[in-house]
Each structure stands twice: as C-alpha cells, then as structure tokens.
C-alpha cells in the first residue's frame, strides 16, 4: 500500500478546501484572489510597477510577480476555472404531473448519467440593478434545492444490457418541488440567498454543483474524491506556486504569471476564455515595448491527463499508461491537440529533476478521438513555446472525479520551479 506522505495528505486538504468554496468559476477566481491577496497581491494592471498584481474579470483571472528591473520573458501557467455542468436557462421554470423543475443546458462534454441521483445545489452570479446601472453578485445555495431522479429499473428493464441513453433536454430536466408550475419561483429563491431582490435581477449565469463535500478516500486516504478536480486542482496548484514566489527575495530569470481562464470546456472562444486578449494584453503592458525572448519563455498549459482505468485498460496506449500517484504526465499529441514538443518537453524534465518530482509521458490512443486544452491556443495568441502536462485523474468531466493523494503536491513543486527557473 502508498500512504500518502504528511505533506501531500495536507495539501490534498488544502486542495479539498479550495474546490469546495469554488462551485462556480467565478466563486472559483475569488477563492483565488483571496488566496493570492493572503500572499500579498493587489489588484493593479501592468504598468503599476514592480509587485505582486492581479486582474480579474468574470470567471478569469490573470496574476504576475513584476520583477523591478527590465521584463523580456516569461514563464506563464494557464489553467481553467470551468467544469462540466448543468446551467439554468433564461427561462427556467419548466412543470408537469405536479412537480416543480428546472429547464437546464448542459455546459460543456459532460458525462451526463453522473448528474442523476445527486443532492444539488446552486452557484453563480446575479447582475443586480444598482440605480442606471448593474452590479455583480456572487450567489450560492449551499442545500438540495434540486435533484435529476433517475427512471426505476421496472420501466426500463433492458438499461443494463443496452445501456443508459438520456437526452438532455429531456431527461436532465431537475426537480426542485411539488406544485404548479410558478414563474420565477427558483430565481427568487436564489435572489433571497443573494440578499437582493428579484425585481432588481436583471441577468444571471447560474448552475448547478454537487453537493457531496470532496473528501479524502481510499484505506490509506490515497485518492482524492471531488468535483471539478478538471480543472481546479491545476488552479490551485498554479496560484499556491505563484503565491510562495510573492514573499521571496530577489528577482526571477522571467517573470512569472498565472492565468486563469473560463470558458475552456466550450471552447475557449469568449472575452474571458483563452481565445481572448486578456493575457496578451497583459504581457504586452509587461514588455513596455521591449522585444519579447521567447528563449527566456515557457508557457504551461496545466490540465489533468487520463490516468490508465483499471476496469478499462484497454482504452489507453499501453506504452503511456500514466498512473495515479505517480506525478504528473506531461502531454503529447502530433495533431497539436496538446502543444508540447521535444525543447519543451526537455525544460519540463529538468525542471522535474531539480525538485525531485516524478513525470509521466501521455499519449492518447491514436484509434480514439483527442480532447485538447488551452495549450494550442495560448500558444498561438501568445507565440510563446508551449507544453501541456497535468496531474492524472479518473472520471474527467464526471460531477465527482478521482485524483491521487500525492500527485497534487508533486504538480505544485513542479510549477514552483517552473516559475523559479
């Protein structure tokens, strides 16, 4: 048996903490913000001079350590704050046979049999009327206000031969009641765990989360079992890296920067997904219209990788099979559906080397279908050379995903010098 040591036990805590104060991505760049605040940042932009800094906007988040001298390259860690989930739509109080629902969009590739069964609560953001204008509001209710039942074996007796189909519109459709069907009903119960009133909600972006707290789990505590592990275990492991550089001395070889985006499961196609200017912008002001080095540049895309399934072995290439507990697995893909290449991919294992953390090698099966990251696009709006690596996870874009105990703490050291270097 692995016992995961005390260190990485304690971080994978930590870790726990973080995705539970963060249902929403927007829940998930204040969590961060209060983090990277504790460590000494201040909200600012690029040209505020040397200092910890950090700029958020919606569900994204972009924080640098400013080095006092002259800037010329970078060492930038991109994750995202999104996760597969269920949305309200504009509209979403749907009735029938006496029973109170909701209309919803699934967001994102999610697994959608995962969502059945489930306690779930609420998360977002309000825009509420502030006179001729309109603030946000962060909302979240915190108890069983919904649940997608799942049809009784009885009236479906062939679903463990021919398997589980649900359509979405159909059947992910949650229950919230009994009664009549009442307009607004669900929106001004989140507007009273708001404080604010109905009338004054002008728009919103709600979803719902599982409620189930992410705890340590295995005999030895060897797993971690959590929501939005994909991919907010890449943020957390990014803004405590880049926070324990904030009370250092001296000064970095590039200048360090953590961008978090929204969006990414969608397709990174927004003003605040990693199609967007918002790190550019960024690094820009940084240079000053100094001349970017690239030499002197690395951009890490940070995203969980598929661990080998024991139950299903036979759906990863044999010769990448990345385990659990094992440190992260840098990612390769000849298609770019993940940026890493052969100088990357070296800077990447010598950076693994000097603070002692083990790596992996993902490939996906060449028969299967790639998902991809923000790694091809942040290259691309960017120019900066680019890898992919992350920690390896099972059940990605489940509402409860698996992790190891260890490899959060291995992924953090190995950003730490990443940053450093």
């Avoid at 036990?9 to 605040?37: G, M, Q």
């Avoid at 609420?122 to 049809?151: F, H, I, W």
């Avoid at 031969?161 to 159909?170: A, E, F, I, T, W």
């Amino acid at each position: 048996m692995t016992v995961p040591s005390p260190d990485a036990a304690a971080f994978a805590r930590d870790l726990c903490a973080y995705i539970d104060a963060s249902p929403s991505p927007f829940h998930a760049v204040a969590s961060a913000v209060e983090r990277l605040e504790a460590a000494g940042f201040e909200p600012g932009t690029p040209g505020d001079g040397p200092g910890p800094r950090y700029l958020r906007s919606g569900g994204s988040l972009v924080a640098w350590i400013r080095p006092p001298g002259a800037c010329a390259g970078f060492r930038v860690l991109a994750a995202h704050t999104d996760s597969p989930n269920l949305r309200l739509t504009p509209n979403p109080d749907r009735g029938a046979h006496g029973v109170r629902q909701l209309g919803i969009e699934v967001y994102g590739g999610a697994l959608h049999n995962a969502w059945l069964d489930r306690d779930l609560g609420c998360s977002g953001r309000l825009a509420v009327r502030d006179g001729d204008s309109a603030t946000e509001v962060l909302v979240r209710l915190d108890r069983a206000v919904a649940r997608v039942p799942q049809l009784a074996i009885h009236l479906d007796r062939g679903v463990n031969d021919k398997g589980l189909v649900l359509n979405p519109h159909r059947h992910l459709a949650p229950v919230t009641g009994l009664g009549d069907l009442e307009e607004g009903a669900f929106l001004a119960a989140v507007a009273a765990a708001a404080g604010v009133d109905a009338a004054d909600v002008l728009g919103f972006d709600l979803m719902l989360h599982d409620l189930t707290p992410s705890t340590l789990a295995g005999l030895d505590d060897e797993f971690v079992s959590a929501p939005r592990v994909d991919n907010l275990l890449s943020c957390h492991a990014a803004v405590e890296a880049l926070g324990a550089l904030a009370g250092g001395q001296g000064t970095f070889p590039s200048t360090p920067v953590v961008a978090l985006y929204d969006h990414e499961e969608v397709g990174s196609t927004s003003a605040t997904g990693a199609g967007s200017p918002i790190l550019r912008s960024v690094l820009d002001g940084l240079l000053a219209g100094a001349p970017l080095d690239s030499g002197a540049s690395l951009a890490c895309s940070v995203d969980g990788a598929h661990a080998v399934h024991p139950n299903y072995s036979d759906r990863h290439d044999a010769n990448h099979a990345v385990e659990l507990g094992r440190g992260p697995a840098l990612k390769f893909n000849a298609s770019q559906r993940y940026a890493t290449d052969a100088p990357g991919a070296a800077r990447v294992r010598l950076a693994a080397e000097r603070c002692g953390v083990p790596l992996q090698a993902y490939s996906h099966r060449a028969d299967l279908r790639c998902g991809s990251t923000v790694g091809p696009i942040t290259a691309s709006v960017t120019g900066l050379p680019t890898v992919d690596l992350g920690a390896p996870q099972w059940a990605m874009h489940s509402a409860r995903e698996t992790c190891a105990t260890a490899d959060p703490l291995h992924l953090r050291k190995l950003l730490e010098e990443l940053l450093r270097s």
